[in-house]
């Protein structure tokens, strides 16, 4: 085994990390941003430290991904197929970083995944890319709509003689600890993602075996690299989350981050799916904001989102076989 190969594989994961980090980071914090109940220098720390702290809380996600999608290659051309996976997954988010557009960076890493695999002619777990990857990316933003829309509804209803001015200080206070949340999720899913990759480059190289414990080193390095990502802040794609969807105040702020941090737990803890937590906190604010009215809720940008998270898959996968084939004539 080329011990090189391995190296860069690892590096290339942990950059793809980093790209994670700075394109997600608006999936925690842009909400408070815009409501004003936390400063960007803040909130992205607060962010960076709690992505940290989700990492360590579980390894069910990780090993969906590293176990349950494709087969694990063998040889140098086993690390062939992760290299072009992973530059399928970095050249998609930095294309939609550069736009604006909030897409998945976890379906940019699947569509990686399975593009390479098809490249390189090695099998893919159609059933497990179906119930793992497919389903839950049509089923979490309907869920986060939904619930979305009913915490909302609750919210008003509690707090319907509440004074205006108290009742938005004391969300606005609140925000901070359901960001905090959302942040907390966000770790417990996509640290897990790349620590899955990480630890197929491993076992390929015969330098870990497949059913053993996650390496802390591993854990590490991928929750420092989302972390360090995450502090580089995405303030394109935040101002996307924050304002074109609709105007946020602090309640409606704090509706969305709490769906989406219960939506993260429960796909981590109970279905050990890997969800996307772009789409989960962006229907989110979609459900909340429809509660002042339909028409407040900027559709036509949500559409332009919503057609980005069904290119998100096929695109990545294009261009990890487009890199496949770059790469292996020089192992062929």
């Given at each position: 085994?080329?011990?090189?190969?391995?190296?860069?594989?690892?590096?290339?994961?942990?950059?793809?990390?980093?790209?994670?980090?700075?394109?997600?980071?608006?999936?925690?914090?842009?909400?408070?941003?815009?409501?004003?109940a936390l400063t960007p220098r803040v909130a992205l720390g607060m962010a960076a430290v709690m992505n940290l702290a989700g990492a360590f809380?579980?390894?069910?996600?990780?090993?969906?991904?590293?176990?349950?999608?494709?087969?694990?290659?063998?040889?140098?051309?086993?690390?062939?197929?992760?290299?072009?996976?992973?530059?399928?997954?970095?050249?998609?988010?930095?294309?939609?970083?550069?736009?604006?557009?909030?897409?998945?960076?976890?379906?940019?890493?699947?569509?990686?995944?399975?593009?390479?695999?098809?490249?390189?002619?090695?099998?893919?777990?159609?059933?497990?890319?179906?119930?793992?990857?497919?389903?839950?990316?049509?089923?979490?933003?309907?869920?986060?709509?939904?619930?979305?829309?009913?915490?909302?509804?609750?919210?008003?209803?509690?707090?319907?003689?509440?004074?205006?001015?108290?009742?938005?200080?004391?969300?606005?206070?609140?925000?901070?600890?359901?960001?905090a949340a959302m942040a907390l999720g966000h770790g417990l899913q996509d640290a897990q993602k790349t620590m899955g990759v990480v630890v197929?480059?491993?076992?390929?190289?015969?330098?870990?075996?497949?059913?053993?414990?996650?390496?802390?080193?591993?854990?590490?390095?991928?929750?420092?690299?989302?972390?360090?990502?995450?502090?580089?802040?995405?303030?394109?794609?935040?101002?996307?989350?924050?304002?074109?969807?609709?105007?946020?105040?602090?309640?409606?702020?704090?509706?969305?981050?709490?769906?989406?941090?219960?939506?993260?737990?429960?796909?981590?803890?109970?279905?050990?799916?890997?969800?996307?937590?772009?789409?989960?906190?962006?229907?989110?604010?979609?459900?909340?904001?429809?509660?002042?009215?339909?028409?407040?809720?900027?559709?036509?940008?949500?559409?332009?989102?919503?057609?980005?998270?069904?290119?998100?898959?096929?695109?990545?996968?294009?261009?990890?076989?487009?890199?496949?084939?770059?790469?292996?004539?020089?192992?062929?």
């Open positions: 085994m080329d011990t090189v190969a391995l190296v860069v594989v690892v590096l290339t994961a942990l950059f793809f990390t980093y790209t994670n980090g700075f394109h997600d980071s608006a999936n925690a914090i842009a909400t408070s941003i815009s409501t004003r809380l579980g390894s069910s996600v990780a090993h969906t991904v590293s176990e349950d999608l494709i087969a694990t290659p063998t040889g140098d051309h086993g690390m062939v197929i992760l290299f072009a996976a992973l530059a399928g997954a970095i050249v998609w988010n930095m294309i939609t970083w550069y736009f604006g557009l909030p897409s998945s960076s976890s379906h940019a890493l699947f569509g990686g995944l399975v593009g390479a695999a098809l490249a390189g002619s090695s099998a893919v777990y159609w059933d497990g890319v179906l119930t793992k990857v497919v389903l839950p990316m049509f089923l979490s933003p309907l869920v986060g709509l939904l619930l979305g829309y009913l915490v909302m509804v609750a919210l008003l209803w509690i707090f319907r003689r509440a004074h205006p001015g108290r009742a938005q200080h004391g969300f606005r206070v609140a925000q901070t600890v359901s960001a197929m480059a491993l076992v390929i190289a015969d330098v870990e075996d497949a059913d053993a414990p996650i390496p802390v080193w591993v854990k590490l390095a991928c929750a420092t690299m989302l972390s360090l990502g995450t502090y580089a802040g995405g303030w394109r794609i935040m101002r996307t989350l924050g304002r074109r969807i609709i105007e946020l105040d602090p309640p409606r702020g704090f509706a969305a981050e709490t769906t989406a941090a219960s939506v993260l737990y429960t796909a981590s803890y109970v279905v050990s799916a890997p969800v996307s937590t772009t789409h989960v906190i962006t229907s989110a604010i979609m459900g909340v904001g429809a509660t002042r009215r339909l028409s407040a809720v900027r559709w036509g940008v949500a559409q332009s989102i919503i057609g980005g998270w069904f290119i998100t898959m096929p695109a990545a996968a294009g261009v990890a076989a487009l890199a496949y084939a770059a790469v292996i004539p020089f192992y062929g």
